[in-house]
T-cell receptor, first 114, second 113 residues
């Protein structure tokens, strides 16, 4: 199993450009998440999904959109990138049943907006 | 979910036990304590979790006080590879429709050679 993969690993955008980050998992997990991480801020939840076709807002959703058209994929979109969105983005997935709350994280995408 | 408080940073000598504290004084009876860590430039990694009893796995031990208002993560023989940010999270036991994890700032653990 590849686990959780993220594409691309690095990206540089100019202000106002758009892009989509792709997260894929091969563990048949119901739940998927997008986080951003900035220096000194820890991980902050952007959006998440508890199943195919469903999405919900996290702590810092403004400026981002997401889609979960297929169970294994969770897309994060930036319609008009801003320098404040320079960050490392992590995707995660988890089971939907049981009591062990273990999230599996991807390797991250480093995004710079100039 | 209950709020947690952790020291910003800690140092530990290589080969010694690293003891990372976490306060969660508002924890509810149905909330578990989870620990994750994040090594530099990598995604976070689950370590261990517990409810009331002390827990041990191949990575660490978790000691929860009797009143459950605080806990300690113990790395028994710390190595340089254990240098990371450690997150203590309190979560309800059963999954909810709005399930999500809120990470705080964690404790930055430096293992010194």
């Amino acid at each position: 199993n590849a686990g959780v993969t993220q594409t691309p690993k690095f990206r540089v955008l100019k202000t106002g450009q758009s892009m989509t980050l792709l997260c894929a998992q091969d563990m048949n997990h119901e739940y998927m998440y997008w986080y951003r991480q900035d220096p000194g801020m820890g991980l902050r939840l952007i959006h998440y999904s508890v199943g195919e076709g469903t999405t919900a807002k996290g702590e810092v959703p403004d400026g981002y959109n997401v889609s979960r058209l297929k169970k294994q994929n969770f897309l994060l979109g930036l319609e008009s990138a801003a320098p404040s969105q320079t960050s490392v983005y992590f995707c995660a997935s988890s089971y939907s049943t049981g009591t062990v709350y273990e999230q599996y994280f991807g390797p991250g995408t480093r995004l710079t907006v100039t | 979910d209950a709020k947690t408080t952790q020291p910003t940073s800690m140092d530990c000598a290589e080969g010694r036990a690293a003891n990372l504290p976490c306060n969660h004084s508002t924890i509810s009876g149905n909330e578990y304590v989870y620990w994750y860590r994040q090594i530099h430039s990598q995604g976070p990694q689950y370590i261990i979790h517990g409810l009331k009893n002390n827990e041990t796995n191949e990575m660490a031990s978790l000691i929860i006080t009797e009143d459950r208002k605080s806990s300690t993560l113990i790395l028994p023989h710390a190595t340089l590879r254990d240098t990371a940010v450690y997150y203590c999270i309190v979560r309800v036991a059963l999954r909810r429709r709005d399930d999500k994890i809120i990470f705080g700032k964690g404790t930055r653990l430096h293992i010194l050679p």
